[in-house]
């Protein structure tokens, strides 16, 4: 069913690395036709990082690349270069979205901005992923994801006070980006819908990573008081060494604090009317830790994972790759999908982040395409003769 929903959506996508990418992907999964544009020879620089099969780099083994690009079409297209930018401004003609997170100013540069590209297509909508936005004077500045969630605040306030500030795990900015961008380009058809007409969705992702940690900025500017790295969140409740790991002990409210003394071996502890509230159990951190160790130690995490379920407690353990890879509710639920590909042979992925319909299946995708895959079938269904698709790419355009 999912892949009905935007069957007939046409989207082109100059995308690299993730945030663009998993965007377009995003709107496949939904069924959007998605043909991804990638310069010749070299393709997208997500091809050249890891992890690769067999821990060999090739630009057909990358599973970055894979996971954020399948159920799409792949072509190769030099838009530095006049006849791939007229090329491309044919392509244009005929979509319905344009997914563009290259730095800004790029495709202006090589004649390809919003104001021409809507001459030729007035209801064309542009999707336009910078680190910095398209105006105001950090337009132009190169990101990362170091650089966002330091600039975006996430860093001070995200781990201990005794060690140096750590940036977020893996790729999480520009997936959260990717997600906002979808919104956005969807919000953006509905808007058409009703004026007939396209529109730039603009998004930063430095805007991106303010949103996600709007609540402590927000605690600053009406209360003038900044959210601050903590002592630590080491310790009970908190982080534990447990027998094959570490587990997470947390308690939101008095009930979770009641759970979570029964579970670990001292009830009474939830009858001390100083530890009823967070800043009296961290004031004690180091007593409360003293007291638990001994029975998280002696304990392995999925036995602690699971007699916490049963005692009502707010718990889950530091889990592995290869723990997520096995946990049972993720067969159960059938989230990974398993798709065929010509390199990598047969390969699970994380399925769409939502479903239509409780439990409803996800569906095997299309691989993510080889460099260059689709030329032929692209850019005959763009009115090119076969000998015109062989010219240009001898020529190094396509």
Same mark, same amino acid.
């Given at each position: 069913?999912?892949?009905? *929903? ?13 945030? %663009? ?15 991804? =544009?990638e310069?010749?020879?070299? !393709?997208?620089?997500?091809?050249a ?12 083994r ?38 563009d ?10 004649g390809?901005?919003? @104001? ?9 909508? $542009?999707?336009?992923?910078? @680190? ?10 190169? !990101? ?21 500030? =750590? ?11 990717? +997600? ?8 953006? $058809?509905?808007?058409? @819908? ?6 730039? +969705? ?5 805007? *991106? ?25 080491? !310790? ?11 587990? %997470?002990?947390n ?21 001390e ?18 007291? *638990? ?6 304990? %392995? ?5 699971? @007699? ?6 707010? +718990?889950g353990? $530091? ?10 509710i ?5 989230f990974? =999908? ?13 399925? &769409? ?5 409780? !439990? ?8 993510? &395409? ?7 079938? *692209? ?9 015109? +698709? ?5 020529? %190094?355009?396509?």
């Amino acid at each position: 069913m999912l892949r009905e *929903v935007l069957q007939g959506l046409h989207v082109l996508e100059v995308g690299r690395f993730i945030s %663009g990418p998993f965007c377009a992907r995003l709107l496949a999964d939904c069924g959007a036709q998605v043909i991804k =544009v990638e310069p010749p020879a070299c !393709g997208d620089p997500a091809r050249a990082m890891g992890p690769f099969l067999g821990d060999k780099p090739h630009p057909e083994r990358s599973g970055l690349f894979l996971y954020v690009n399948t159920n799409k079409r792949g072509i190769t297209l030099d838009l530095s270069r006049p006849q791939g930018a007229a090329l491309f401004r044919r392509l244009a003609r005929d979509a319905d979205i344009l997914v563009d997170n290259m730095p800004a100013g790029t495709l202006e540069s090589w004649g390809l901005g919003y @104001d021409g590209l809507r001459r030729l297509n007035p209801a064309l909508i $542009v999707v336009s992923i910078t @680190d910095f936005g398209l105006s105001g004077p950090h337009k132009g500045f190169k !990101g990362s994801q170091l650089v966002h969630a330091a600039m975006g605040g996430w860093m001070s306030s995200n781990v201990m006070d005794t060690r140096a500030p =750590v940036r977020p795990g893996g790729w999480v900015i520009h997936y959260v980006a990717g +997600v906002a961008a979808a919104l956005g380009a969807m919000t953006a $058809v509905f808007h058409r @819908d009703i004026t007939g007409e396209g529109i730039v +969705v603009e998004l930063s992702q430095q805007e *991106v990573m303010l949103e996600v940690g709007s609540a402590q900025f927000t605690a600053q500017m009406h209360t003038g008081v900044g959210v601050t790295r903590s002592p630590g969140s080491l !310790g009970f409740p908190g982080l534990l060494p447990c027998r094959d790991g570490w587990v %997470g002990l947390n308690a939101m409210s008095f009930r979770n604090w009641a759970n979570l003394c029964k579970l670990v071996g001292h009830p009474e502890l939830s009858e001390e009317p100083d530890l009823a509230r967070m800043a009296g159990r961290q004031a004690r951190a180091a007593e409360l830790t003293a007291m *638990v160790l001994p029975w998280s130690e002696s304990r %392995g995490k999925w036995e602690i994972l699971m @007699d916490g379920l049963k005692q009502g407690a707010t +718990v889950g353990f $530091v889990a592995t790759t290869e723990d997520i890879a096995n946990f049972p509710i993720h067969e159960e639920r059938g989230f990974f =999908v398993e798709v065929a590909h010509p390199e990598m042979g047969k390969v699970k992925l994380p399925g &769409p982040p939502f479903r239509l319909g409780a !439990g409803a299946p996800h569906t095997s995708p299309t691989p993510a &395409p080889t460099l260059g895959q689709h030329n032929n079938e *692209v850019y005959q269904e763009a009115g090119l003769s076969q000998e015109e +698709v062989e010219a240009m790419a001898q020529e %190094g355009t396509i």
